[in-house]
């Protein structure tokens, strides 16, 4: 019963939980509140206790210490069709052996409502909203076990969702989905959270996911809460590098301005290191791709000169790639360049992305110069003219004279990589 | 739309609503056939035995004994087969496993130690009671065998339990075989008889105690078909769903163990019924307990009548042991409607 008093108190709080299984703690002082009305989700390694911590909140794992709270009452004096009238959960992969329909299985989730008799209209409409809700009111009649993932996983939140609860729980349910079923259950959540002010509690592995999605985060790592806070307070490099124990990268997503996670593979892909370094003249996201391959193929990097905040600047950062910078939508002045001069002295090699010219940048087409006089390499992409805003096509007139002077052109990456290894062959693996 | 609120937000009126568990009318004319077969197996059943075909003469005291004979063995056939079959649809609902039955948990392996033992050993003194309520006692001394081997901290995974199951049900038949062997002769007799699995009415007062215990098992059973319905989900969904599912869980095991040990003790080892019958009435009425359980009972009974009748006449005067003509008769049978409605039987 939504009462006028428990409003007021936390949907689901743990106080100084510790809970786990026959010998064997998994939670330690578990201490949260989730308000009523919030989309919290709930991270951490596997192993972390994320799921002990989803059945301890449901009173399938009783805590050895401490209380769980739903709507201010302990869990485990609930009676079972009471909890399941608040709490609603979606596990990670729904199975029926038999052969259910999906309007059968979703009227399992009515049997909260504990009648032995067939349903009636109140449970007809509430599993029929449900189905609308979560799209597969035309699937009621299919068999369950011959739908899809995504359509089984949104059958499941529809059992739950006709439960009427005031909190839902989602264990990893999305995680096995792929991206155009994944984003729509995480729709139909998200309108379930915002329309119905229905509490949702998301456990997920995938960090990125979680941090666009809920409002809050919290960070489990070894049965404890280790960080509890917005997306952007709680993915933090030096915390999830610990926590995940592993190499990762923590950027701003350029469109939506969510923290996004990545690990750090690249360095194991790598071929062994040809001990050339290659200047790479880029800007605007024209460099991002030739970074990745370049060092792919085992190459030293350096860039410049960039923009900060251009995109090829923070995929820059991201890879560890010295860059010389300039200010935001400034032209390159002669400090960043006497820099950069210095970086392609240094260089074996030049090569230059399809990166627009105008009159701010196109004193780095100078570096190629330099590079060319000074014997080395030089790779440029092919078709500057359309790219060329510069006025009287500066910028054309000097790739013109860097190929004059031996600079080889490419279009398209696989050309450049040939080119590249027929300069510097990638010396033989040992057998 | 909302969610939460009632109101008139359904896209499609009242002709159109969900249709829950199953379309009803298609499974009521079916619950109606079935049904109805029964007065038919009754009529077939008492004009059918080894001493000839036809109603026996009802003038003559030989007819009426013959008579008596074969409604008697209507009537044990019809509590056997229901006994078993529901059983075996439990098992199968709650271990969520299509080859699960009472044998293959050892229920009817205690069940039949427990049912050998007082036959050889017991004789006399245990009486109508004796007989089901020690079989009874043995089954559930090794269900909680197999569940203390199965048991490995936590709730033990369906696997270990059905293959602690076996291990338990190969003990208790090697058991069972010792004994047979070191009896004497009349008791050999008797126990190796009653295991191939016969209908031979058992005293009224047996009869009695066995109708009792069966038809409280099954209405109880019943009573629990919403929730078996839930359980199928696995433990922990029906912990959500709001199911006090260890309540639903013992109390079903311990309802259909009761069944089997019942069965046993009056029929012998009576194969398949427990292991067929319950995927057949699902593929037909389809996963809904609330049909399946009552469906599985008649059914059940119907098939071990008709095989028990089968039995008795296929090579008249020599009477074959029912347990055989479930197998040879029932399976070919099964197997083509399982092959035609698999689908709705079960997935995996």
């Known amino acids: ?431 | 739309m909302s969610l939460t609120k009632g109101g008139s937000t359904s896209k499609c009126g009242d002709g159109c609503r969900p249709a829950p568990f199953n379309g009803s009318p298609k499974n009521r004319r079916r619950a109606l056939l079935l049904v109805a077969a029964v007065p038919l197996l009754f009529a077939v059943s008492a004009m059918l035995g080894p001493s000839g075909v036809g109603l026996p003469d009802t003038a003559s005291v030989s007819g009426r004994a013959i008579l008596d004979l074969r409604l008697g063995r209507f009537f044990m056939g019809m509590l056997v087969g229901a006994a078993l079959s529901t059983s075996g649809t439990v098992f199968q609902a709650i271990l969520r496993n299509p080859l699960a039955e009472p044998y293959v948990l050892g229920v009817s392996g205690g069940a039949g130690l427990g049912a050998a033992l007082s036959i050889l050993v017991g004789g006399a003194f245990i009486g109508a009671i004796g007989l089901p309520l020690t079989a009874f006692a043995f089954a559930l001394l090794t269900l909680l065998v197999v569940y203390a081997i199965a048991n490995q901290g936590g709730v033990p995974s369906v696997y270990s339990l059905i293959l602690s199951g076996v291990i338990v049900s190969a003990i208790c038949s090697s058991v069972i075989m010792f004994l047979v062997s070191t009896a004497d002769i009349e008791g050999m007799h008797t126990v190796v008889w009653w295991m191939l699995g016969n209908l031979q009415p058992a005293s009224w007062a047996e009869q009695f105690v066995s109708l009792a215990f069966i038809l409280a098992a099954i209405v109880g059973l019943w009573l629990f078909a919403p929730a078996l319905n839930v359980l199928t989900l696995g433990r922990e969904m029906a912990h959500y769903q709001g199911l006090d599912a260890g309540f639903v869980t013992i109390s079903s095991l311990l309802l259909s163990t009761l069944l089997a040990a019942t069965a046993v003790s009056m029929g012998g080892m009576i194969g398949f019924v427990g292991l067929i019958v319950p995927h057949v009435m699902r593929s037909i009425f389809g996963p809904d307990h609330r049909w399946l359980i009552p469906a599985s009972a008649i059914g059940g009974g119907a098939f071990l009548v008709l095989c028990d009748a089968l039995a008795r006449t296929l090579m008249a005067p020599v009477e074959i042991p029912v347990g055989v003509v479930t197998a040879l008769a029932g399976g070919p049978f099964f197997l083509i409607v399982l092959r035609k409605k698999m689908k709705y039987a079960w997935i995996d």
């Open chain 1, 1 to 431: 019963m939504p009462g006028s008093t428990d409003r007021l108190k936390p949907a689901l709080a743990f106080r100084g939980v510790t809970a786990g299984y026959k010998g064997r703690t998994v939670l330690r002082e578990v201490d949260f509140e989730i308000a009523e009305g919030e989309f919290v989700s709930l991270i951490g390694p596997n192993g972390s206790g994320k799921s002990t911590m989803l059945k301890t909140a449901t009173g399938l794992v009783k805590p050895l210490e401490g209380r769980v709270e739903l709507f201010g009452r302990e869990v485990s004096s609930l009676k079972p069709r009471e909890r399941a009238s608040l709490i609603g959960v979606v596990p990670q992969k729904l199975e029926s052996p038999m052969a259910f329909t999906v309007a059968e299985i979703v009227m399992i989730g009515r049997s909260v409502r504990g009648r032995w008799g067939g349903p009636d209209a109140a449970d007809h409409d509430s599993a029929e909203r449900a189905m609308i809700y979560t799209n597969v009111l035309d699937l009621k009649d299919r068999l369950f076990n011959q739908l899809s993932a995504g359509e089984q996983q949104r059958t499941a939140l529809a059992m739950a969702l006709a439960q009427e609860p005031r909190i839902i729980m989602l264990d990893e349910s999305i995680a096995h989905l792929d991206i155009n079923h994944s984003q729509e259950v995480l729709r139909i959540l998200m309108n379930i959270n915002r329309e119905e002010k229905i509490t949702v509690l998301l456990v997920s592995h995938d960090l990125n996911l979680a941090a666009q999605i809920a409002d809050r985060l919290m960070l489990i790592d070894k049965g404890r809460l280790v960080r509890n806070g917005s997306p952007g307070e709680v993915m933090e490099e030096e915390l999830l590098r610990r926590v995940y124990d592993c190499d990762l990268r923590v950027r701003r997503d350029p469109f939506s301005g969510n923290p996004v996670v990545s690990g750090v593979l690249d360095a194991a892909l790598r071929r062994p290191p040809v001990r050339k370094r290659l200047h790479v003249i880029s800007g605007g996201g024209s460099g991002i791709e030739l970074f990745r391959r370049l060092l792919i193929e085992g190459f030293d990097l350096s860039a410049g000169v960039l923009n900060r905040l251009d995109s090829d600047s923070e995929a820059a950062r991201a890879l560890d790639i010295p860059a010389v910078l300039e200010q935001p939508f400034s032209p390159v002045g002669g400090e960043a360049l006497s820099q950069a001069r210095r970086m392609v002295e240094a260089a074996d090699g030049v090569v230059a992305g399809l990166v627009p010219f105008g009159p701010g940048n196109l004193v780095n087409l100078d570096l190629a110069e330099l590079a060319l006089k000074a014997g080395k390499p030089v790779w440029l992409a092919a078709g500057i003219a359309s790219r060329d805003y510069t006025p009287g096509k500066a910028a054309a007139a000097k790739a013109r004279e860097l190929c004059d002077g031996g600079a080889v052109e490419w279009s398209n990456i696989h050309e450049l990589m040939a080119q590249v290894e027929q300069t510097w062959p990638q010396p033989k693996t040992q057998q």
